[in-house]
């Protein structure tokens, strides 16, 4: 491995950096409580199921923003391991975080509609709501989500990592 100096004084915009943590923090609420939420019966999730889809709506439109402000905004360069392979590594993952979390937000929002759970959070009535087994959206929904957290684990391992290689801080961008 390669001797590596990056540039950290290069740091993502403040609106990046708060939509990146605001993201995360979310991210890491809504994955134990979707997975709480798929063991109780209909009549139980109510409430969680509501803060669930106002969390994951908030994730999908914090993305939209996201995503847009990385076309528009700078941002400083991906950063260097010294190893080819990890560096296009790093570049798929972050890549592949905006599309699952569109993916996730999108498959959400077809699972409340699809699945009567929008009806059904409104009129209190969860005898509207599809039966799981029945929902293509809820499966994508939770194998992406499943993806998601992999990935979530795979960055704060390569943010660890290149710590620990090169002895870069390499939050200091993202603070």
Do not use: C
């Amino acid at each position: 491995m390669k001797t590596v100096n990056n540039d950290l004084t290069q740091k993502y915009t403040k609106g990046n950096v708060i939509i990146h943590w605001l993201t995360a923090i979310l991210i890491i609420t809504l994955f134990p409580l979707g997975k709480y939420l798929e063991e109780l019966e209909a009549a139980d999730k109510m409430g969680l199921l509501k803060i669930h889809a106002i969390l994951g709506l908030t994730v999908l439109v914090l993305t939209i923003i996201r995503s847009f402000m990385y076309f528009k905004s700078s941002r400083p360069p991906h950063l260097k391991t010294g190893s080819t392979i990890n560096d296009k590594i790093m570049v798929w993952i972050h890549m592949a975080f905006y599309i699952l979390m569109l993916g996730i937000g999108l498959s959400g929002v077809a699972t409340m509609i699809l699945g009567g759970y929008g009806n059904g959070l409104m009129a209190n009535d969860p005898s509207l709501f599809a039966n799981h087994g029945e929902l293509p959206s809820l499966g994508a929904h939770n194998t992406m989500a499943t993806i998601l957290i992999v990935l979530l684990g795979m960055h704060v391992v390569g943010v660890i990592k290149h710590y620990v290689l090169t002895k870069e801080n390499a939050l200091k961008r993202m603070t």
